[in-house]
């Protein structure tokens, strides 16, 4: 058993994904604080409708035509996950943006849900074993 073909494994696994990818540009944006004109980036949030429907699909391009009568369409795939430019609330006199505080709380943020991640990870496994176990 593919524990990647259920849909919840999945959407956990993007999502894992997704927080790890925002913890990097978070300690970059860190990173680059004395950095002239640097701007922070972030990424847009998660959202589950989209995963959901992409984990329906399969994640898939086109749709199979099994009949002529069939309308040909195509399924939007969902992009992996793109930085965008983060609004900070001050920049300073040679133009960066980095406000530490700001990032930090981001970071705590982005931790506490990779923690929450991780648990309904290790609570839904706890339930594939139980349902795999054979009788007593």
Known sequence: MNLGEIPLFAM?????GYLGERQRLIAQNVANADTPGYRPQDLRPFGFQAH???AATGGAGQPVRTDKAHL?????????HRAVEGKDSEVTLDGNAVSLEEQMLKMAEARIDY??????YQKSMGLVRTAARTPK
Request: no cysteine.
């Open 12 to 16: 956990l696994k993007s999502r894992l």
């Open 52 to 54: 959901m429907a992409a």
């Open 72 to 80: 040909s369409g195509t399924v939007r795939r969902i992009a992996p």
């Open 115 to 120: 923690d929450a991640a991780i648990g309904f």
